[in-house]
C-alpha cells in the first residue's frame, strides 16, 4: 500500500485572505521592523512576500487537496493552484509568483452571506 | 344521422371555444420547471434542470485577481465552487447581500459554480409552451444570455440561459 504524498506548506494570511505556500519554496522568515516576510526562493534576487500573519507550518495530505473551480483555472494565472479546506476556512495555495504580482487585495476581502 | 352528427360537432365546437375562452391548460402538455429569482429588483430564471441546488448561509472566499464577475469561492461539503455575480452581464446594479440573497448552484456543459441572488421568489412548473422567444428589443450584449421569457406575477420575466453565461465568460 502507498502511502498519500504530503507537502509541508507555511500558513499565513495576507490581506486578511488565508493562503499557503510551499514550504520547499521557502528559504527563510523576516521580522525586521516589526513587519512579517516571507523570503522565497528565487534564481535572482531574493523574493520578499509581506504578509500580515504566519500562521502555522502545516502538513498537508495531497488527498485533502483541492483543485480550483474551472472558471478560475485562468486566472489569477498560476498563482494559486489548488485550495485546501482546514475548520471551514478555505487555504488558498499559492506559489513564489504571488510575491512579484500586484493583486487586488483590499476590496471585498471575504464576503459574508448572511442568513 | 346526419343530424346526431351535427350536434356532436356543435357540442364539440363548444367545448373547444370554453376550453379556449377558460384558459384552460392540457395536462398533457409538457412542463419545465424553472427557478424565479430577483436581481435589483428585477425578475429573472433559470431552468430547474440546470440548478442543483440552492444555499444560504455560506461563507464566499475572495480570490486575489480573479476576475471581477466572479465574487470569491466556497466550501461545498469538501469541494471548492466558484460564485459569479451575473448582474455585470445583465446591465444591472449589483446589489448588496441581504438574508434573502442565495447562491444557486448551476452545472451546464460540464462547468459547475453558484450564482449569485438577491432573493428567490418562486420554483415552479410551467408549460413549455408558456416560455416565449425573446424580444427582438432585447438588446444585443444579453441576447446569447436570455433563451426565451415567461409572464410571472404580470411581469416580463427574462429565462437565463446558463451556457451562455458560461461562454460569454470563457470568451
Do not use: C, H
Not at chain 2, 435589483?40 to 464577475?69: C, H, M, R, T, W
Not at chain 2, 441572488?117 to 425573446?134: A, E, F, G, T
Request: proline residues 2%.
Amino acid at each position: 500500500m502507498t502511502e498519500a504524498a504530503e507537502l509541508t506548506a507555511v500558513v499565513f494570511r495576507l490581506g486578511g485572505i488565508r493562503m499557503a505556500i510551499d514550504s520547499t519554496e521557502i528559504q527563510g522568515f523576516s521580522g525586521d521592523a516589526g513587519e512579517k516576510m516571507i523570503i522565497l526562493k528565487s534564481e535572482g534576487d531574493d523574493l520578499f512576500l509581506p504578509v500580515d500573519e504566519i500562521e502555522e507550518i502545516s502538513v498537508i495530505d495531497s488527498g485533502s487537496l483541492r483543485q480550483l473551480p474551472q472558471l478560475l483555472k485562468t486566472e489569477p494565472r498560476g498563482i494559486f493552484w489548488a485550495a485546501v479546506v482546514r475548520g471551514g476556512e478555505i487555504i488558498l495555495m499559492a506559489d513564489a509568483s504571488l510575491a512579484k504580482t500586484k493583486l487586488a487585495l483590499q476590496k471585498d476581502i471575504k464576503m459574508e452571506v448572511a442568513g | 344521422m346526419s343530424e346526431e352528427n351535427a350536434r356532436r360537432r356543435t357540442l364539440l365546437d363548444g367545448a373547444t371555444s370554453a376550453f379556449k375562452k377558460e384558459g384552460i391548460v392540457d395536462v398533457e402538455e409538457d412542463k419545465v420547471k424553472l427557478v424565479i429569482f430577483t436581481l435589483s429588483g428585477d425578475y429573472y430564471a433559470l431552468y430547474g434542470n440546470d440548478v442543483k441546488e440552492i444555499l444560504q448561509n455560506i461563507s464566499v472566499f475572495f480570490v486575489p485577481g480573479s476576475p471581477d464577475y466572479i465574487d470569491g469561492i466556497i466550501n461545498l461539503r469538501g469541494d471548492i465552487e466558484s460564485v459569479i455575480s451575473i448582474s455585470g452581464f445583465l446591465g444591472v446594479k449589483m446589489s448588496e447581500k441581504s438574508s434573502k440573497s442565495r447562491i444557486a448552484v448551476v452545472e451546464k456543459n460540464g462547468i459547475r459554480s453558484g450564482i449569485i441572488m438577491d432573493s428567490v421568489v418562486d420554483v415552479l412548473d410551467m408549460p413549455l409552451s408558456s416560455i416565449k422567444p425573446q424580444l427582438s428589443s432585447i438588446e444585443k450584449a444579453q441576447k446569447d444570455l436570455v433563451s426565451g421569457e415567461i409572464v410571472f406575477d404580470s411581469k416580463v420575466v427574462a429565462v437565463i440561459d446558463v451556457g451562455g453565461i458560461f461562454a460569454r465568460m470563457k470568451s
